[in-house]
Protein backbone atom coordinates (compact mmCIF):
# COMPACT_ATOMS: atom_id res chain seq x y z
CA UNK A 1 0.00 0.00 0.00
CA UNK A 2 3.04 2.07 0.78
CA UNK A 3 4.18 1.61 -2.97
CA UNK A 4 0.60 2.72 -4.04
CA UNK A 5 0.69 5.95 -1.98
CA UNK A 6 4.16 7.79 -3.13
CA UNK A 7 3.20 10.14 -5.98
CA UNK A 8 5.78 10.13 -8.65
CA UNK A 9 6.27 12.42 -12.13
CA UNK A 10 8.82 11.09 -14.79
CA UNK A 11 10.38 13.96 -17.12
CA UNK A 12 10.35 12.31 -20.80
CA UNK A 13 10.40 13.43 -24.29
CA UNK A 14 7.16 13.56 -26.12
CA UNK A 15 8.37 10.69 -28.43
CA UNK A 16 8.67 7.10 -27.58
CA UNK A 17 12.38 5.83 -26.63
CA UNK A 18 13.32 2.46 -25.28
CA UNK A 19 14.43 4.43 -21.79
CA UNK A 20 10.97 5.95 -21.15
CA UNK A 21 9.26 2.68 -21.55
CA UNK A 22 11.38 0.46 -19.31
CA UNK A 23 11.36 3.28 -16.54
CA UNK A 24 7.50 3.23 -16.82
CA UNK A 25 7.32 -0.74 -17.05
CA UNK A 26 9.57 -1.13 -14.46
CA UNK A 27 7.87 1.62 -12.36
CA UNK A 28 4.27 -0.53 -12.76
CA UNK A 29 5.90 -3.88 -11.77
CA UNK A 30 7.48 -2.93 -8.88
CA UNK A 31 4.26 -1.75 -8.08
CA UNK A 32 3.54 2.45 -8.35
CA UNK A 33 0.14 3.83 -9.58
CA UNK A 34 0.05 7.59 -8.96
CA UNK A 35 2.95 8.19 -11.48
CA UNK A 36 2.59 11.62 -13.88
CA UNK A 37 4.54 11.80 -17.22
CA UNK A 38 5.77 15.30 -18.23
CA UNK A 39 6.47 14.75 -21.82
CA UNK A 40 8.36 17.95 -23.28
CA UNK A 41 9.06 18.58 -26.85
CA UNK A 42 11.08 16.34 -29.03
CA UNK A 43 13.62 18.44 -31.45
CA UNK A 44 14.48 15.31 -34.58
CA UNK A 45 18.36 16.22 -35.27
CA UNK A 46 19.83 13.57 -37.35
CA UNK A 47 21.72 10.79 -34.95
CA UNK A 48 25.18 10.83 -35.15
CA UNK A 49 26.30 7.62 -36.10
CA UNK A 50 28.77 6.10 -33.82
CA UNK A 51 31.22 3.66 -35.35
CA UNK A 52 30.41 1.29 -32.49
CA UNK A 53 26.75 1.39 -30.90
CA UNK A 54 26.48 0.48 -27.07
CA UNK A 55 22.88 1.54 -26.10
CA UNK A 56 19.56 0.00 -26.91
CA UNK A 57 17.57 2.04 -29.46
CA UNK A 58 14.92 -0.42 -30.23
CA UNK A 59 11.27 0.11 -28.51
CA UNK A 60 10.15 -2.56 -26.15
CA UNK A 61 6.47 -1.59 -27.55
CA UNK A 62 5.15 -0.37 -30.90
CA UNK A 63 3.33 2.30 -28.81
CA UNK A 64 3.59 6.41 -28.32
CA UNK A 65 3.58 7.49 -24.53
CA UNK A 66 0.81 8.83 -24.37
CA UNK A 67 -0.56 5.13 -24.87
CA UNK A 68 1.44 3.39 -22.86
CA UNK A 69 0.93 5.67 -20.17
CA UNK A 70 -2.61 5.27 -20.71
CA UNK A 71 -2.42 1.39 -20.76
CA UNK A 72 -0.47 1.97 -17.51
CA UNK A 73 -3.23 4.21 -15.62
CA UNK A 74 -0.54 7.02 -15.48
CA UNK A 75 -0.96 10.40 -16.33
CA UNK A 76 0.19 11.93 -19.35
CA UNK A 77 1.36 15.68 -19.28
CA UNK A 78 2.66 17.73 -22.31
CA UNK A 79 4.78 20.78 -21.39
CA UNK A 80 7.56 22.43 -22.55
CA UNK A 81 10.39 22.78 -20.48
CA UNK A 82 10.42 25.80 -19.27
CA UNK A 83 6.90 25.24 -17.66
CA UNK A 84 8.19 22.61 -15.48
CA UNK A 85 8.86 24.52 -13.00
CA UNK A 86 5.79 26.05 -12.37
CA UNK A 87 4.21 22.59 -12.77
CA UNK A 88 6.44 21.20 -9.79
CA UNK A 89 5.86 24.17 -7.54
CA UNK A 90 1.95 22.96 -7.69
CA UNK A 91 2.28 19.53 -7.08
CA UNK A 92 4.54 17.63 -4.45
CA UNK A 93 6.03 14.53 -5.48
CA UNK A 94 7.87 12.04 -3.33
CA UNK A 95 10.36 11.69 -6.60
CA UNK A 96 10.89 12.84 -9.74
CA UNK A 97 12.83 11.04 -12.26
CA UNK A 98 14.57 11.95 -16.09
CA UNK A 99 13.93 8.89 -18.11
CA UNK A 100 14.64 11.02 -21.71
CA UNK A 101 15.39 14.59 -21.63
CA UNK A 102 18.14 17.07 -22.46
CA UNK A 103 19.61 19.90 -20.11
CA UNK A 104 17.23 20.75 -17.71
CA UNK A 105 17.39 24.79 -16.59
CA UNK A 106 19.51 26.07 -14.06
CA UNK A 107 16.30 27.54 -12.27
CA UNK A 108 14.55 24.01 -12.06
CA UNK A 109 17.05 22.14 -10.94
CA UNK A 110 18.42 24.68 -8.28
CA UNK A 111 14.79 24.40 -7.16
CA UNK A 112 13.82 20.46 -7.21
CA UNK A 113 15.83 17.20 -6.78
CA UNK A 114 15.96 15.95 -9.79
CA UNK A 115 17.14 12.23 -10.28
CA UNK A 116 18.93 10.84 -13.21
CA UNK A 117 20.71 8.06 -14.08
CA UNK A 118 24.28 8.03 -15.75
CA UNK A 119 26.21 5.07 -17.51
CA UNK A 120 29.20 5.78 -15.91
CA UNK A 121 30.68 5.26 -12.57
CA UNK A 122 30.92 9.01 -11.38
CA UNK A 123 33.42 11.26 -10.35
CA UNK A 124 35.43 9.27 -12.71
CA UNK A 125 33.60 9.70 -16.04
CA UNK A 126 31.15 12.54 -16.85
CA UNK A 127 29.92 13.15 -20.23
CA UNK A 128 29.13 10.93 -23.38
CA UNK A 129 30.00 7.65 -24.00
CA UNK A 130 30.94 6.98 -20.76
CA UNK A 131 31.30 3.44 -20.79
CA UNK A 132 33.54 3.26 -23.65
CA UNK A 133 36.10 6.03 -21.85
CA UNK A 134 35.93 3.85 -18.93
CA UNK A 135 37.35 0.82 -20.82
CA UNK A 136 39.66 3.34 -23.28
CA UNK A 137 41.12 4.84 -19.62
CA UNK A 138 40.83 1.75 -17.82
CA UNK A 139 38.82 3.31 -15.70
CA UNK A 140 35.77 1.36 -13.63
CA UNK A 141 32.91 1.09 -15.29
CA UNK A 142 29.49 1.17 -13.30
CA UNK A 143 26.41 3.41 -12.90
CA UNK A 144 25.81 6.37 -11.07
CA UNK A 145 22.56 7.56 -9.84
CA UNK A 146 22.01 11.15 -8.35
CA UNK A 147 20.27 14.59 -7.66
CA UNK A 148 21.21 16.79 -11.14
CA UNK A 149 22.73 20.14 -10.58
CA UNK A 150 23.81 22.85 -12.81
CA UNK A 151 27.07 21.06 -13.56
CA UNK A 152 27.00 18.02 -15.85
CA UNK A 153 26.66 14.40 -14.34
CA UNK A 154 27.32 16.27 -10.88
CA UNK A 155 25.63 16.61 -7.95
CA UNK A 156 24.29 14.59 -4.74
CA UNK A 157 25.05 10.76 -4.77
CA UNK A 158 21.69 8.26 -4.32
CA UNK A 159 23.73 5.24 -5.50
CA UNK A 160 26.56 3.98 -7.46
CA UNK A 161 27.61 0.41 -8.14
CA UNK A 162 30.16 -0.95 -10.11
CA UNK A 163 29.70 -3.54 -12.87
CA UNK A 164 30.69 -7.15 -12.68
CA UNK A 165 32.41 -8.25 -15.72
CA UNK A 166 32.84 -11.57 -16.53
CA UNK A 167 35.91 -13.30 -18.76
CA UNK A 168 33.99 -14.14 -21.40
CA UNK A 169 32.04 -10.63 -21.79
CA UNK A 170 32.19 -8.81 -25.09
CA UNK A 171 32.25 -5.42 -25.33
CA UNK A 172 28.34 -5.43 -26.56
CA UNK A 173 27.61 -7.79 -23.53
CA UNK A 174 28.48 -5.28 -20.96
CA UNK A 175 26.51 -2.38 -22.27
CA UNK A 176 23.62 -4.82 -22.04
CA UNK A 177 24.50 -5.53 -18.52
CA UNK A 178 25.21 -2.16 -17.86
CA UNK A 179 21.94 -0.51 -19.33
CA UNK A 180 19.84 -2.88 -17.14
CA UNK A 181 21.72 -2.17 -14.24
CA UNK A 182 21.18 1.41 -14.92
CA UNK A 183 17.67 1.20 -15.17
CA UNK A 184 17.13 -0.76 -12.37
CA UNK A 185 19.06 1.11 -9.85
CA UNK A 186 17.00 4.55 -11.35
CA UNK A 187 13.66 2.88 -10.43
CA UNK A 188 15.39 1.45 -7.02
CA UNK A 189 16.29 5.30 -6.36
CA UNK A 190 12.74 6.02 -5.29
CA UNK A 191 13.00 4.04 -2.36
CA UNK A 192 16.36 4.89 -1.30
CA UNK A 193 16.50 8.38 -1.06
CA UNK A 194 14.34 8.10 2.07
CA UNK A 195 16.81 5.67 3.66
CA UNK A 196 19.78 8.30 3.07
CA UNK A 197 20.18 10.32 5.97
CA UNK A 198 22.96 12.88 4.48
CA UNK A 199 23.68 12.51 0.72
CA UNK A 200 27.10 12.93 -0.17
CA UNK A 201 27.98 15.81 -2.94
CA UNK A 202 30.00 14.04 -6.07
CA UNK A 203 33.40 15.48 -7.10
CA UNK A 204 34.19 17.29 -10.20
CA UNK A 205 37.75 17.68 -9.81
CA UNK A 206 38.54 14.75 -11.86
CA UNK A 207 38.37 16.22 -15.20
CA UNK A 208 35.91 17.85 -17.57
CA UNK A 209 32.95 15.80 -19.31
CA UNK A 210 33.94 13.80 -21.89
CA UNK A 211 32.53 14.39 -25.13
CA UNK A 212 31.28 11.69 -27.65
CA UNK A 213 34.67 9.43 -28.25
CA UNK A 214 36.21 10.07 -31.85
CA UNK A 215 36.26 7.35 -34.61
CA UNK A 216 39.91 7.16 -34.01
CA UNK A 217 40.04 5.76 -30.71
CA UNK A 218 36.72 3.97 -31.06
CA UNK A 219 38.38 1.83 -33.98
CA UNK A 220 40.74 0.33 -30.94
CA UNK A 221 37.66 0.25 -28.50
CA UNK A 222 37.72 -3.85 -28.67
CA UNK A 223 41.20 -4.52 -28.61
CA UNK A 224 41.10 -1.99 -25.32
CA UNK A 225 37.86 -4.18 -23.86
CA UNK A 226 40.57 -6.71 -24.24
CA UNK A 227 43.06 -5.26 -22.49
CA UNK A 228 40.75 -4.35 -19.80
CA UNK A 229 39.60 -7.84 -19.30
CA UNK A 230 43.10 -9.11 -18.88
CA UNK A 231 43.84 -6.87 -16.35
CA UNK A 232 41.19 -7.80 -14.29
CA UNK A 233 41.72 -11.55 -14.60
Not at 100 to 113: I, M, N, R, Y
Not at 205 to 211: I, N, Q
Request: hydrophobic share 40%.
Amino acid sequence: MYKICKKIAVISYDHPTRKTQEVLLRLKGKGYKNVDIYAIPFIFRKPLQPMISHRPAELLLELDNESLASNLGYTYIRKNIEELKDSFNQVVYDAILIAGAGLLPEDLVDSHKIINSHPGYLPYVRGLDAVKWSIYKKLPVGVTVHFVDREADAGLLIIRQKLTISSDDTFHSLCFKLWNLEMRLLVESVELIEKIEKFTPLSTDLGESHRRMPKEKEAELYQKFEEYKRELF
